[in-house]
């Protein structure tokens, strides 16, 4: 029977295994941890699709393709947006409980950057609604074996020969062992890049590792410099918390003060519309603004507030001790979404034959600038899409003979195990994030990705060498060599665009250049990162 490995139970990860079980294909779906604590969880704004009556397919990939700098590919988009619809029936088909008006219409919402209302939302849990829903339809084939969930397992590596995937290797956390599993084909679904950046309000699950290494290992990148910063995110010890674009949606206004006198600067700038900006723009200008900026959301009322936002007010709440009902919230930008990730073909396969790539970690639809509640849709969709093509893989019957590779792993694995050095793993850990913050941040110059470019060639020079101590999982030494490798591939892409587009904002190339106006390809061959510029379309 044909066997695929799904790598990340998130959202795209279960769709992707779901929709292979319904077309008879065992999968076996890996994770850390289980579904119920992927990042996937934690959206509460919504997921889009053109269902008002004023929408169309055609106006939502207009916008998508808009706000991501129409960089994107027109065909890829357009059919992504034409799929929304029946992917919003399907959800609530496995019972996803969307909110509805009095009328028992599905209500819609505005979120930035989109020319209609068209995000439908589950109450403040819209993340969570659809994994239970997922869950609960994975159950029904796990019962038959059609699905194989593996807890605690983090990817190691992949198992490549001549340019084609044969399996992966796992590190299985609770045994502190190394495990191989072979498949037809594999999946990666882990999400984005979070830990690279350190503090963001995504989940720290997400590290990029994944990417990381396969891009070590031979597999083409994608549009790494656009970096997503949320205009709106709260600050806590731990990590940001976003203060969801709901709040704008609703009808939140930002503003700074000038004295007494509240500035509210979207409006000024561009109108009525203006605290639905897309989020690069909004960021900028929060960026840009003269003093400590807020978000009021206090005159909306407190009905609307605990009906609509009740998320909203509970994180400031708890994170922040605001009363949102009487008080505005201090927002900050913050690292929110990877654009770029493994880039892949239209049915989702990465550069590496029967290596495929869903969700967040892959690079599709999003351009330079990804639209508020497009993450969620392209998750369903990605994981439909690749399970589709996977309908007519073959059954990889013989595999080549990996077990030199696999001792060499183990022997990596066992000496750090025992391993007394005190180097730190998780400080070094933290030493890459400020490093990314410092170069990488709202807006970029060449003389400070040049910096960032040479302390990562300062770190990758020594990281192999060091043996990290064995106070925490073995799995953040031996992810730290790959990590400073997508570091280094993200500035160099950064140095490469000089222009400024989307979430890339060049202080020494302030204007858009059409030289540039292509994805950008990122290729790592005998310790040399080669960039190109490739029509989307033509991936
Ligand atoms: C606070 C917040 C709110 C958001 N709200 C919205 C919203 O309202 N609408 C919207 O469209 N988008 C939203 N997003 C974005 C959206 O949630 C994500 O982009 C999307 O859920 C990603 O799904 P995924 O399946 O790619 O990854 P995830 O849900 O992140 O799942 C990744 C999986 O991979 C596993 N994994 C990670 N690393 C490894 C490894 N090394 N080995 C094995 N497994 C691994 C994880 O354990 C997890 O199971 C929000 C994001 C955040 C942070």
Redesign the pocket.
């Known amino acids: 029977m044909k066997h695929v490995l799904v790598?990340?139970?998130?959202?795209?990860?279960l769709t992707c295994a779901i929709k292979l079980a319904e077309n008879g294909i065992r999968s076996t779906l890996?994770?850390?941890?289980p579904?119920e604590r992927?990042?996937?969880v934690?959206?509460?704004?919504?997921?889009n699709a053109a269902i008002g009556a004023d929408d169309s397919p055609l106006l939502h990939a207009d916008d998508t393709l808009k706000s991501g700098g129409n960089i994107a590919g027109k065909d890829t988009v357009s059919e992504l947006c034409s799929a929304a619809p029946d992917i919003i029936r399907w959800l609530e088909a496995l019972g996803v409980v969307f909110s509805r008006e009095k009328d028992g219409d599905l209500i819609l919402r505005l979120l930035g950057g989109h020319s209609r209302k068209r995000t439908v939302y589950a109450g403040a849990a819209?993340?969570k609604q659809i994994i239970t829903a997922l869950i609960r339809e994975a159950r029904k084939y796990e019962c038959c074996d059609l699905i194989q969930r593996k807890l605690g397992?983090?990817?190691h590596s992949a198992l490549i020969k001549d340019g084609r995937c044969y399996g992966v290797l796992l590190y299985n956390d609770i045994e502190r062992k190394m495990e191989a599993v072979y498949a037809d084909a594999v999946v990666i679904?882990?999400?984005?890049q979070n830990v690279l950046f350190g503090k963001t309000?995504?989940?720290m699950?997400?590290?990029g590792?994944?990417v990381a290494k396969l891009y070590e290992q031979g597999a083409r990148l994608k549009n790494l410099e656009f970096i997503q910063y949320h205009p709106t995110t709260i600050e806590t010890p731990q990590k940001r918390m976003?203060i969801?674009e709901a709040a704008r949606g609703e009808g939140g206004r930002l503003y700074y003060l000038d004295g007494k006198r509240k500035v509210y600067f979207m409006e000024d700038k561009y109108g009525e519309r203006g605290n639905l900006m897309p989020r690069d723009v909004v960021s900028k200008c929060i960026y840009d603004a003269p003093s400590q900026v807020y978000l009021d959301i206090s005159f909306l009322g407190r009905n609307l507030i605990k009906n609509r936002l009740f998320e909203v007010a509970e994180v400031c709440r708890k994170y922040a001790g605001i009363n949102v009902n009487k008080k505005s919230i201090p927002v900050y930008p913050s690292v929110?979404?990877f654009m770029g990730g493994l880039a892949v073909d239209r049915d989702h396969k990465t550069s590496v034959d029967n290596l495929y790539a869903v969700?967040?970690?892959a690079s599709m639809y999003h351009g330079a600038n990804r639209l508020?509640?497009?993450?969620?849709?392209t998750?369903v969709y990605s994981g439909q899409t690749a399970a589709k093509a996977l309908s007519n893989i073959t059954e990889n019957k013989v595999h080549p003979d990996f077990s030199e590779y696999i001792s060499a792993q183990e022997q990596v694995l066992n000496c750090q195990l025992s391993s007394d050095s005190r180097f730190s793993a998780v400080y070094m850990r933290h030493e890459i994030a400020k490093l990314l913050n410092d170069c990488l941040g709202i807006t970029r110059t060449e003389e400070k990705l040049l910096e960032g470019i040479r302390s990562v060639d300062y770190l990758v020079s020594i990281s192999n060498k060091l043996v990290y101590d064995s106070d925490v999982s073995p799995y953040i030494g031996y992810s730290l060599p790959p990590m400073l490798l997508l570091a280094r591939a993200i500035l160099t892409s950064a140095l490469a665009r000089q222009e400024t587009r989307g979430a890339h904002l060049r202080d020494d190339y302030p204007e858009r250049d059409d030289k540039f106006a292509f994805c950008s390809v990122c290729d790592y061959n005998n310790g040399e990162h080669r960039i190109s510029y490739i029509e989307e379309d033509k991936l």
């Open positions: 790598v990340g139970s998130g959202l795209s990860g890996v994770s850390p941890y579904s992927a990042q996937s934690m959206a509460a704004g919504g997921i819209t993340g397992r983090q990817f679904a882990t999400g984005g309000t995504g989940s699950q997400c590290d590792y994944t976003l969801s929110h979404f969700g967040e970690c508020g509640g497009n993450s969620l849709l998750a």
